[in-house]
């Protein structure tokens, strides 16, 4: 079983559509917790960082914790056309700030 | 803040031959760095972890004297692909930690194509 589990999708949906992206997780140390957002041929850039459970929002964008569960979301509202590229989530146990480990990315594709 | 650059952004090279990849923290010290490998479609694959002044630590299935990382400064690493072959044709992307931050902050990616 892999630590981080996350659906590759492509998820495809319409401009203005909220958009929900998830990742589940096994190991309960985790507890740190990162989206990235990286589009075709670019690194990833950080969107979202949470510490344990919990919500963040920062603009359109609003991050999930819920550790009893060991589920995380990324919600996107009002979608746009310039949000559709691979969504990353990552986690750390926040001992070893040099292990992460990571989804394998959900590509999101929103049409005009 | 927490621009991390990477440099060449892309490089043709021909079999056999030695590249080099730049990753610089631009406004940060970068404690740690790490650096990637993407295929196509597919998720990051951790590669190896460097702090400065120290030898990189490679993840399982990694050949360190082909891919040779060097870790000189708080804003400087380097990866050296040594006698590069197709199947290291790769996305090659970078990223650096600052001492007592909890994310990594990634580098745009260095394109690889070795004929």
């Known amino acids: 079983q892999k630590e981080v589990e996350q659906d590759p999708g492509p998820l495809s949906v319409p401009e203005g559509a909220i958009v929900s992206l998830n990742c589940t997780y096994s190991?309960?140390?985790?507890?740190?917790f990162m989206w990235y957002r990286q589009y075709s041929r670019k690194g990833p850039e950080l969107l979202m960082y949470?510490?344990?459970?919990g919500n963040k929002e920062d603009g359109r964008f609003t991050a999930q914790v819920d550790k009893s569960s060991k589920y995380i979301s990324l919600f996107i509202r009002d979608s746009q056309p310039s949000d559709s590229a691979t969504y990353l989530c990552?986690?750390?146990?926040?001992?070893?700030?040099?292990?992460?480990?990571f989804g394998s990315g959900t590509k999101l594709n929103v049409k005009p | 803040g927490a621009v991390v650059s990477q440099h060449p952004s892309w490089v043709i090279c021909k079999s056999g031959t030695s590249v080099k990849i730049e990753c610089r923290s631009l406004?940060?010290?970068?404690?740690?760095m790490f650096w990637y490998r993407q295929f196509p479609k597919q998720s990051l694959m951790l590669m190896a972890t460097?702090?400065?002044?120290?030898?990189?630590?490679?993840e399982q299935g990694v050949e360190k004297d082909k891919f040779l990382i060097n870790h000189a400064s708080l804003t400087l690493s380097t990866l050296t692909v040594t006698s590069a072959h197709p199947e290291d044709s790769s996305f090659y992307i970078c990223?650096?930690?600052?001492?007592?931050?909890?994310?990594?902050?990634f580098g745009p990616g260095t394109r690889l194509t070795v004929l």
């Open positions: 990223s650096a930690r600052a001492g007592g931050e909890d994310t990594q902050y």
């Open positions: 190991n309960s140390a985790f507890q740190y």
């Open positions: 949470t510490y344990s459970s």
């Open positions: 990552a986690m750390s146990d926040g001992y070893n700030f040099n292990k992460f480990y």
């Open positions: 406004d940060f010290q970068a404690t740690t």
């Open positions: 460097s702090n400065e002044g120290s030898k990189a630590t490679y």
